[in-house]
């Protein structure tokens, strides 16, 4: 389990604080801070590689432009470590907003994107620089406008045509072909753009592999599949994508001309509206992340930070940063039930489970002792479960997700181990819980972004798990099934939800309704739609 180095509220340079971790790379980890002054900024602090990042660095300090994200300054702490002090940009990446629209961003909203990108780009490469890591997760829109970050791995161009570094730089997936043998200089650019934007278009990239060498092999030998692609763009994808440098575009105004050159382009960007693009971005910083300045709330762990979520951004710092999958804490979500109102509304589905549970079974479960010990078992075990989700394993990187499922399972599943053993219930009847637990997604559940706020089918599913496994094991059935299914069902409700704003309108109407049964009636069904 990785954590940050520094946590909210550390100042490990003079002037800055910390508020929260937000991201971390190859070469180091990057931070939302404040300065003493108030000023919001995005702290990175290098941690491999320092000379390679700081004279990429040097070598952007004083550029001006609008399209890229603005550099401040270098700084040492007292131990001599370097940090660099960035803008900071309330706007997600464009790998973010391809997240959102995974079909792909269609050709006008894409055209879009490369005429704007293509500005920043060209002021680079007017300056003699070459970016060689761009990649959508550098490129950040925010206020109708497109800036490109992450200046760590620029390099001047020379008239050398190989390079004396010795370090592969830049991202596998966008990696010229010419890359591998040093040579830089801005038809590495050219060739990484085509990349985006065919991703743009296709919602993926265009070679996938199970190593990183397998995919650099496929840069050097594979054409991109351009099926489906309006021809305008597939002509500029495969010419962008030469194998041979000298068979691309010579600036990345070309290919722009290029694109542009078709009337049906011209006519579909004309009458785009870069105010869609401000709608889905502020929907993005809603789901993921708290405004500038928040602090952790309290009985939260300050320090473990989130970070940004599979399909989402919001406010961050424009910094090149490996996204790690984490979605938005609970206290960054506008949810319109408050954590007490969502605390009563778990308690009373435990105890409606609980008791529906005894009435089914038609046995001993009726008996008072029984019937609150599953209550117990059903709040302890969500409660568990929420906070290793949240504080415990946030930060447990586990690709198959099988690891954590276990882990989740384990720690719910020893009270309620306790619990049984008081009771004298089947000893089988813990297994079955503990398998229910395993193989139900608590990720999924308490995801803000989840389609619903409460899934009855989850809930019976993972119930009716329990139920099979306790009749192998020779447990209780409907004990295991009315835990495991009255668990999935009480994490859900006492997750937090963000609403979309058609369902918040709902919701809001539904507040109104003067009868106290009629609102609690649409209240319940509302959170099952």
């Not at 072909?177 to 590495?188: K, L, T, W």
Request: with cysteine.
């Amino acid at each position: 389990m990785q954590r940050f180095q520094y946590q909210y509220g550390d100042r490990p340079l003079e002037g800055y604080t910390i508020q929260r971790g937000v991201g971390r790379g190859g070469f180091g980890e990057v931070y939302y801070a404040i300065s003493d002054s108030g000023k919001q900024v995005a702290l990175k602090t290098l941690q491999t590689y320092e000379q390679i990042e700081l004279r990429g660095i040097n070598q952007c300090m004083n550029l001006k432009s609008p399209y890229l994200v603005t550099i401040f300054d270098v700084k040492y702490n007292d131990e001599g470590k370097p940090f660099v002090i960035m803008e900071y940009v309330s706007g997600p990446s464009l790998a973010d907003i391809i997240r959102e629209t995974p079909g792909g961003l269609g050709p006008q909203k894409t055209a879009f994107f490369l005429r704007e990108i293509s500005k920043g780009l060209s002021y680079l490469h007017g300056c003699g620089i070459v970016h060689r890591d761009l990649k959508p997760g550098n490129i950040f829109y925010e206020d109708g406008r497109v800036k490109i970050g992450d200046y760590g791995l620029s390099k001047s161009m020379n008239t050398s045509v190989h390079s004396g570094q010795t370090i592969t730089v830049g991202t596998v997936h966008y990696m010229a072909p010419e890359i591998g043998a040093g040579c830089y200089n801005r038809s590495i650019d050219i060739y990484a753009m085509g990349v985006v934007v065919y991703e743009m278009l296709t919602g993926q990239v265009p070679f996938f592999g199970n190593s990183p060498a397998e995919v650099l092999m496929k840069h050097m030998s594979s054409q991109p599949d351009l099926t489906g692609i309006d021809e305008t763009f597939a002509r500029m994808i495969r010419k962008a994508m030469a194998k041979d440098p000298a068979e691309r575009y010579s600036t990345v105004q070309e290919m722009v001309e290029d694109v542009f050159g078709s009337e049906h382009i011209r006519n579909s960007v004309s009458q785009f509206r870069p105010e869609s693009l401000s709608i889905i971005a502020e929907n993005l910083a809603k789901k993921i992340s708290p405004q500038p300045g928040q602090a952790p709330i309290p009985g939260e762990t300050p320090g473990s930070a989130p970070k940004p979520a599979s399909g989402a951004s919001g406010p961050r710092p424009a910094s090149t940063v490996q996204s790690t999958g984490a979605a938005p804490r609970p206290e960054m979500v506008n949810d319109p039930l408050n954590l007490k109102q969502r605390t009563i509304l778990a308690v009373l589905a435990a105890v409606m489970v609980s008791i529906g549970t005894g009435m089914l079974s038609g046995h001993r479960f009726m008996m008072m002792p029984h019937t609150a010990m599953m209550i117990g078992m059903i709040l302890v075990g969500a409660k568990l479960i929420l906070i290793a989700r949240w504080k415990w394993l946030e930060n447990l990187e586990d690709e198959s997700g099988w690891l954590r499922h276990l882990l989740i399972a384990a720690i719910a599943a020893v009270p309620i181990t306790m619990f049984i053993n008081m009771i004298n219930e089947k000893g089988g009847t813990w297994l079955a819980i503990a398998i229910g637990f395993a193989i139900t997604d608590w990720w999924k559940l308490t995801s803000s972004n989840r389609e619903q706020r409460v899934s009855l089918g989850q809930a019976f599913g993972a119930g009716l798990v329990g139920f099979i496994a306790a009749a192998i094991f020779n447990g209780q059935e409907a004990m295991a099934a009315g835990v495991v299914a009255g668990t999935c069902l009480v994490v859900q409700i006492w997750s937090a939800f963000s609403m979309t704003n058609s369902a918040r309108i709902k919701f809001e109407q539904v507040q109104n309704i003067q009868d106290p049964l009629k609102r609690a009636a649409a209240m319940a069904a509302q959170a099952v739609n």
